[in-house]
């Protein structure tokens, strides 16, 4: 790539007119692919962390820790960007102006401040999202009053106030819901691919864009299951009873209904991390997803395993180890790179057959 800036693999006037909302479809395509290349990665982070430097000292708290909001900034500019571009557009640059500190508790929640003192949401005239990154999770109370969870690697959107027949919310990732009824208003979550359609209830949604299914788990009430590929109009897939769970596969548009234990798509909330009899590239993507590492599957046996297991407060080495024990597996643990502002790329794992 040529021009003045010193940039190799990004083009800084791109992505100001994408943070200023004056970027073109192309545009957005473009940073989408940047996001997912590691080089252009890299210069996105630089480029916005001088963004951040270039903000007036009145524009956000004096307490904050600047290295540790940059570190979290880059979660969130990994955090299934390619789904953020194609649905509404992180305006990073307003998110940096607004965001005053970062809090990492002992329950490993992760929080934003507003200007407000607001936890976890990132609030203008249009509405807010709430970010649970990589190995976090978090909770949030909507609007309407209705509550609840985000899962590691997720984040959820939604109106500063519900207007018009519908209380809609937008997710990409997993979430659990404990929605206020009104009958009047139905609460509609929008994921890739389906809608639910709710009044009083309490379920649980799986939507992680590098999934190839989504699942809506049902604890009480009931719900509706919406096509929405078709623009014009939705097409019931089903409706779910307490202790039912929809699957919606997203290459075939199949749907399906299975009675299960719900406690085990919930779990999560409660910090358990639970492996019910999923094949081995699956369970690579939930422990990525939750100690925010890199795992790479270097045999393709293992994809044959299949593993049930639940995990409380194990640390990543310990379920590897376990993992190594039980199974034929060995794993070899890579040196972490670092980035020139000194932070650390994510932890990258390998795994290995091993008969031994």
């Known amino acids: 790539m040529t021009g003045k800036h010193k940039y190799k693999y990004i083009d800084p ?3 100001r007119n994408y943070l200023e909302s004056e970027g073109n479809k192309a545009g957005q395509h473009q940073i989408a692919k940047w996001f ?11 480029f916005t962390s001088k963004q951040w430097a270039k903000l007036s000292e009145n524009s956000v708290r004096k307490d904050y820790d600047e290295d540790r909001i940059h570190d979290r900034i880059h979660h969130l500019l990994r955090l299934e960007e390619a789904a953020a571009i194609k649905k ?14 970062v809090l990492i508790i002992p329950l490993a929640l992760f929080a934003l401040l507003n200007l407000d003192g607001s936890l976890g949401s990132q609030q203008n005239n249009s509405g807010a999202m709430i970010c649970a990154p990589p190995g976090a999770r978090t909770n949030f109370t909507l609007p309407d009053g209705s509550e609840g969870w985000l899962n ?3 984040y959820l959107s939604f109106p500063a106030k519900f207007t018009g027949k519908r209380r809609t919310v937008k997710l990409v990732g997993e979430a659990y819901f404990d929605v206020k009824s009104n009958p009047k208003k139905p609460f509609i979550v929008e994921s890739e691919g389906i809608n639910v359609k709710v009044h009083g209830t309490t379920f649980n949604i799986m939507a992680y864009p590098e999934e190839t299914t989504i699942e809506v788990s049902l604890e009480s009430g009931k719900i509706e299951v919406l096509n929405k590929r078709n623009c014009r109009s939705e097409e019931s897939l089903g409706l779910l009873a307490p202790g039912e769970v929809g699957v919606y596969l997203k290459e075939s548009n199949f749907f399906k209904i299975d009675k299960e234990k719900i406690d085990s798509h919930t779990a999560w909330k409660e910090g358990k991390l639970v492996l019910d009899n999923e094949p081995m590239d699956q369970v690579v993507r939930k422990l990525n997803r939750w ?11 293992l994809k044959d395993f299949a593993y049930h297991a639940t ?8 379920v590897l180890e376990i993992f190594s024990l039980t199974s034929p597996i060995s794993y070899k ?4 790179e670092k980035y020139a502002d000194g932070t650390y790329k994510k932890r990258v794992i390998e795994l290995y057959y091993d008969p031994k």
């Open 36 to 46: 997912s290349d590691m080089l252009a990665n890299e210069e996105l982070r630089d």
């Open 333 to 336: 643990k890579l040196n972490r």
């Open 13 to 15: 006037q791109i992505v």
């Open 311 to 318: 995990f409380v407060d194990e640390k990543l080495d310990e």
């Open 291 to 301: 100690y925010n590492v890199e795992i790479i599957l270097k045999d393709s046996q």
């Open 88 to 101: 509404d557009r992180v305006k990073i640059l307003r998110f940096c102006q607004r965001a005053a500190a």
């Open 152 to 154: 590691v690697g997720s």
